[in-house]
C-alpha cells in the first residue's frame, strides 16, 4: 500500500498522542511490571543475534562498577513490592532506548524509510561497547525529573584526559530533549544554553539530571546539571527551551 507523505504523519501522530511509543517498543523493558502478578524478568536478548532491537539502554560488558550501582539504584525504584507481596510500578520507569527512534516508534517505520533508511540516533551509532556514550535513563513522571547515568568512553576526548564540551551538550540535548518529548509528545530543541563549571574525566560515570521549569503553551523549559555521582561536584549546568512541533514538520507537508 502506497501512503502520502501526511498519511503517515498523520499514523504517527496517533502513536505519538499516547506519549508512550517513543520509548516503549520493540525488546521487553527488563524488569518493568506489566500489573499486577505479571513481571517481566530481566532479559537482555543476545544481540546481534537476535532479530528484536537491541536496547541500548541495558547494562554491557563495559559499564563499570559505578555506572552498574547507579543503574540498580533506578532500576530497583522501577517497581516496588507491597505489603501483600504484590509487584507494582514504582516511582521510576527506565526509558529504553534504541539506535533507530523513529522506526521503533509506532508508525515511525514508515517516517523512517521516508526520511533516510539509513539513519541512526547519533548517541547509539557506535558499537564497541564502552568506546563513546554510554548512558541509561530513567523518568520520575511525578517529579517531572529525568535522571541519566552517563559513562563517558575514550572516543569522547576533547581536553587530554577529558571529555568534550560538544559531547557534553550532546548528551544534555539527548537527556532534556528525552524528557520534552516524554512530557510534551514530538518537540525539536530551539535553544540550550550551557555553563561549563568543571571538566569531566574521560572514562568516569556523572549523573545527568533534567528538570521541568515550565510549560507554557508550546514551548517546554527544562534546566539541567551534570554532577558527579555523589553529587559534590557540579561539572556543568544548562537551560533548555524545546517547542512542540507536529511531525509534518519534519516532512514539509
Ligand atoms: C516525529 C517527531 C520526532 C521528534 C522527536 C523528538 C524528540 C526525540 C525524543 C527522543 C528520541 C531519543 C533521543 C533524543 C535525542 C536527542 C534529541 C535531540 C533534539 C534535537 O537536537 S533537535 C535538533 C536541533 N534543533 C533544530 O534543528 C531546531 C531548528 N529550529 C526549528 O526548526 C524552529 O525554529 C523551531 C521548530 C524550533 C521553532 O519554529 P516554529 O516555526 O515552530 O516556531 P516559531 O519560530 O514561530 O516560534 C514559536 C515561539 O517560540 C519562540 N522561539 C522560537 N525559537 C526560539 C529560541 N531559539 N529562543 C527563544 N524563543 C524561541 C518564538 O519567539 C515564539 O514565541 P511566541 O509564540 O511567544 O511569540
Given at each position: 500500500m502506497i501512503r502520502s507523505g501526511a498519511q503517515m504523519a498523520r499514523r504517527l501522530s496517533a502513536g505519538f498522542l499516547s506519549r508512550g511509543p517513543l520509548f516503549s517498543a520493540g525488546a521487553p523493558a527488563a524488569g518493568v511490571p506489566l500489573g499486577p502478578g505479571t513481571v517481566r524478568t530481566m532479559v537482555a536478548l543476545p544481540w546481534p543475534f537476535s532479530s528484536q532491537p537491541r536496547d541500548f539502554s541495558l547494562p554491557n560488558s563495559s559499564w563499570g562498577s559505578e555506572?552498574?550501582?547507579?543503574?540498580?539504584?533506578?532500576?530497583?525504584?522501577?517497581e516496588v513490592v507491597t505489603e501483600a507481596g504484590e509487584r507494582?510500578?514504582?516511582?521510576?520507569?527506565?526509558?529504553?532506548?534504541?539506535?533507530?527512534?523513529?522506526?521503533y516508534a509506532t508508525g515511525g517505520v514508515y517516517l523512517s524509510k521516508l526520511i533516510q533508511s539509513k539513519a541512526r540516533l547519533f548517541t547509539r551509532n557506535i558499537r564497541a561497547p564502552g568506546a563513546a556514550f554510554e548512558?541509561?535513563?530513567?523518568?520520575?513522571?511525578?517529579?517531572?525529573?529525568?535522571?541519566?547515568?552517563?559513562?563517558?568512553?575514550?572516543?569522547?576526548e576533547g581536553p587530554p584526559g577529558h571529555v568534550h564540551g560538544g559531547a557534553i551538550a550532546t548528551m544534555i540535548d539527548a537527556v532534556t530533549g528525552t524528557h520534552a518529548a516524554y512530557l510534551s509528545g514530538p518537540v525539536m530543541t530551539a535553544n540550550l544554553n550551557i555553563n561549563?563549571?568543571?571538566?569531566?574525566p574521560l572514562g568516569s560515570t556523572v549523573l545527568i539530571e533534567s528538570c521541568?521549569?515550565?510549560?507554557?503553551?508550546?514551548?517546554?523549559?527544562?534546566?539541567c546539571k551534570v554532577t558527579s555521582t555523589d553529587g559534590s561536584k557540579l561539572h556543568t549546568e544548562a537551560t533548555g527551551l524545546f517547542l512542540s512541533i507536529t511531525v509534518g514538520k519534519l516532512l514539509g507537508v
Open positions: 555506572m552498574m550501582r547507579l543503574y540498580e539504584h533506578y532500576n530497583s525504584q522501577c507494582q510500578r514504582g516511582p521510576w520507569r527506565r526509558l529504553p532506548s534504541y539506535n533507530r527512534s523513529l522506526k548512558y541509561v535513563v530513567f523518568v520520575n513522571k511525578e517529579e517531572q525529573r529525568c535522571v541519566c547515568v552517563f559513562q563517558a568512553g575514550h572516543l569522547l561549563y563549571r568543571s571538566p569531566i521541568l521549569d515550565k510549560n507554557e503553551g508550546r514551548k517546554t523549559f527544562l534546566s
